[in-house]
């Protein structure tokens, strides 16, 4: 033992050395400490944060990213219970236009406007896209500082309602009628619709024009009432408005449409795939948003070539086409890494991210810069070499921002059965007045 013992010794001293250089090396002055931040998401932007995240490292040495993949049905929940816990609370999120206003509401996030993101930043953006996440300031003090808007969310994709239409049926039948093209306002949809009633009167199985779903409030809220005239709530999110006149107008016109069996009634829980509709021509027009360009071309490539977008019809022609919603990037207030978030957001907000983004997912960026690539430019084989996005800019340009609504059971709730009582029959008026009341009492809550 005695004879190996200075080894051991001399081993072990080594070992000491060695060591103490690698802890003074990792806690050297001047030397990045590393922090690691979390990024919560639904699977596409989440998979594209995976796809990406080593250019991000290696532009920030020092910072490492996190991603949790949250299905996007249990991502406002999931987020909330965090926050409310102040456990395991995620730097960034991916919030949606349809629920992140309650989070807002609550004073669950850190607004990114003045001293988070700078104005050239901003810049970059579509006006309208941004003043999606504008909301009152919920923790101003001080008279009239409740009424300053501050920026909640940094938009990371666009939504808006679109009519994907068959061209290779409606095209004829519009030249044919004199009609001059898809129809821009309601009358000219209606006589459309009696236009194919009459084409198609001995058709078996029968041809509508489009298909409405009474139970879905999307269409309603993105597309009916901002082509009305028409909004959920006044500007201050007070108190509900969309029983006014413009309202019910928007609700009587979709109700139109059915009565008059302009549009199939599809119901989910008992009907067949929507998609069984359009490829059987049994209904002409789809009411969705850009993405569904992606759904289109996967489900149904058999029906290359034979269709087209358009504007969603208003009810004036001075009125939006559209609502412009879709999903944002926000901070809850006590998301733990602040400062390094900035360089998160800053990088998902990035013209390299927007477009692979984009590939994947099909909904349009929100930066103007992000469009100077070639690729928006491009004739689109599917739908007969339109170049769809021209259309779809010129609507982002000109639709109307969706209102941050302070609680989601609005739309999921009350207007989702008032939607669906008027389907049926009821009274648009009395109906609206008494989803209309509810709504205050539960904004009074």
């Known amino acids: 033992m005695s004879k190996w013992l200075p080894y051991l010794i001399f081993s072990l001293a080594v070992a000491i050395y060695l060591l103490s250089s690698v802890m003074e090396e990792k806690h050297e002055p001047g030397r990045p400490h590393e922090t690691t931040v979390t990024f919560w998401a639904f699977s596409y932007p989440a998979q594209t944060m995976l796809e990406l995240k080593p250019l991000l490292e290696r532009e920030n040495p020092g910072l490492k990213v996190e991603v949790q993949t949250v299905a996007w049905e249990h991502l406002q929940q999931k987020t909330l219970w965090a926050i409310a816990a102040n456990s395991n609370v995620p730097d960034v999120i991916v919030g949606s236009s349809e629920w992140l206003g309650g989070l807002v509401h609550a004073g669950a996030l850190e607004p990114l406007d003045g001293d988070i993101l700078d104005d050239a930043f901003f810049e970059r953006y579509f006006p309208t896209a941004l003043e999606i996440y504008k909301y009152p300031d919920v923790r101003g003090t001080g008279e009239g500082n409740n009424q300053r808007k501050r920026q909640y969310g940094i938009p990371l994709d666009l939504d808006l309602m679109l009519a994907f239409y068959r061209a290779d049926v409606l095209e004829p039948l519009l030249e044919k009628r004199g009609m001059g093209g898809f129809p821009q306002t309601w009358e000219q949809l209606l006589e459309l619709g009696r236009a194919v009633n009459d084409e198609f009167q001995t058709s078996q199985p029968h041809v509508k024009l489009l298909v409405l779903d009474p139970e879905d409030p999307v269409p309603m809220s993105m597309a009916f009432l901002p082509a009305s005239g028409a909004q959920i709530l006044d500007p201050k999110s007070f108190k509900p408005v969309f029983q006014s006149p413009e309202g019910c107008a928007a609700f009587s016109f979709f109700y139109r449409l ?188």
């Open 258 to 445: 059915l009565a008059t069996n302009c549009a199939v009634r599809w119901e989910r829980g008992t009907m067949e795939d929507p998609f069984v509709l359009f490829k059987t021509t049994r209904a002409l027009v789809c009411i969705s948003g850009p993405w569904y360009r992606k759904v289109l071309e996967r489900r149904a490539p058999e029906l290359a070539g034979k269709w087209r977008i358009a504007k969603f019809p208003r009810r004036q022609p001075h009125f939006p086409s559209s609502g412009l919603g879709g999903a944002c990037l926000a901070v809850p207030y006590n998301a733990p890494h602040k400062t390094e978030a900035k360089h998160l957001i800053r990088f998902l907000a990035s013209d390299t991210f927007a477009l692979q983004y984009f590939r994947r997912v099909g909904s349009p960026p929100p930066q103007k810069t992000a469009w100077n690539d070639p690729i928006f430019d491009q004739p689109v084989p599917y739908f007969g070499g339109q170049r769809i996005y021209e259309t779809i800019r010129v609507a982002i340009e000109t639709a109307r921002p969706t209102q941050l609504l302070p609680n989601t059971q609005i739309t999921r709730d009350h207007l989702r059965r008032a939607l669906k009582s008027i389907a049926d029959g009821a009274p648009i008026q009395e109906t609206l007045e008494h989803a209309a009341q509810e709504v205050e009492l539960l904004l009074a809550q």
